[in-house]
C-alpha cells in the first residue's frame, strides 16, 4: 500500500486497512475522518469517592505527627478531586492501630464531617479534616495506619452554594488553589505545601529501595558524568 502521508491514510479504505493490520489503526483512520472510535465505557467516569491513605513506617503516638500525615493525605485527594473538576459534600478521618501487633493496645476510630458548602480547597478540607481528627484521637496508642476519604462528590460547574457563600472570596480562593497546583507541577510534588504537614514526616512508609524520580523531582534529576 502506498501511504506515505496522514492524508493518504485518511483516504485510505477502512476495510482493507483492517485485513491488512488491525483493528487500532482502522479506528485510527475513521478518527482522521472525524468518526469518534472512543466507546462511552472507555471514558472513565469522575470518581464518586477519593481515598488516600497510608501504612506508617514506623508506629506514631503523637497527634502532631497524625496531624502532619492526615494534612499530607487530604491535600493529595484535594488535588485529585480538582484534577478532575469536582467539589465534595463530606470529608472522613480516620486512624488505627495495627491488628498484627497483638500485645498493643486496641483501637480504631473515624469520623465523617460534613461541609456546609462543597469545596476543593486544600485549606478547607484540611481545616475540617484536622477537626475530625482532634475529636477522634485518644493517647496511649499506637497508630499504625491513617486515612482521609473526601464524599459526596459532584461536579464543580454544577454546585450548589448557599445564602451565605461569598462568590468574591470562592473566586479567590480557587486562582489560590490553581496557582498552586500550578506551581507544584512545574515545581515538582509538595514544592508549596501547608505548614501543618510538617517536614520531618518520619510516619511515612519506609522507601529505601524507591526508584529515583528522575522526571519529577529536581533532587532526583540524574546526574551525567564524563
Known amino acids: 500500500m502506498q501511504i506515505h502521508s496522514v492524508l493518504a491514510l485518511k483516504q485510505a479504505d477502512p476495510a482493507l486497512i483492517r485485513r491488512r493490520f488491525s483493528v487500532v489503526t482502522e479506528r485510527t483512520v475513521m478518527e482522521l475522518r472525524g468518526v469518534s472510535c472512543l466507546a462511552l ?25 497524625l496531624r502532619e500525615a492526615v494534612t499530607s493525605f487530604a491535600t493529595r485527594a484535594a488535588e485529585k478531586l480538582r484534577r478532575q473538576s469536582s467539589v465534595a459534600g463530606a470529608v472522613h478521618v480516620f486512624i488505627s492501630t495495627s491488628p498484627f501487633r497483638e500485645n498493643d493496645p486496641q483501637y480504631c476510630q473515624g469520623m465523617t464531617i460534613p461541609l456546609p458548602n462543597a469545596t476543593n480547597n486544600t485549606l478547607k478540607l484540611v481545616q475540617e479534616v484536622l477537626g475530625g ?26 454546585r450548589q452554594g ?10 479567590s480562593s480557587n486562582q489560590l488553589m490553581q496557582n498552586m497546583d500550578l506551581i507544584n507541577r512545574k515545581m515538582g510534588k509538595d514544592a508549596i505545601f501547608l505548614a501543618s504537614a510538617g517536614t520531618r514526616n518520619h510516619w511515612r512508609m519506609k522507601q529505601g529501595n524507591k526508584s529515583p524520580c528522575y522526571t519529577t523531582h529536581w533532587g532526583e534529576l540524574a546526574v551525567a558524568r564524563c
Do not use: N, W
Request: hydrophobic share 45%.
Open 41 to 65: 465505557e472507555e471514558i472513565a467516569p469522575a470518581k464518586q469517592q477519593i481515598m488516600c491513605s497510608c501504612s506508617f513506617g514506623s508506629p506514631v503516638m503523637h497527634l502532631d505527627e
Open 133 to 158: 481528627l482532634r475529636l477522634i484521637y485518644r493517647p496511649g496508642y499506637c497508630y499504625a495506619k491513617a486515612g482521609v476519604m473526601l464524599m459526596e462528590i459532584s461536579p464543580a460547574a454544577i
Open 162 to 171: 448557599t445564602l451565605f457563600l461569598d462568590a468574591g472570596a470562592e473566586d
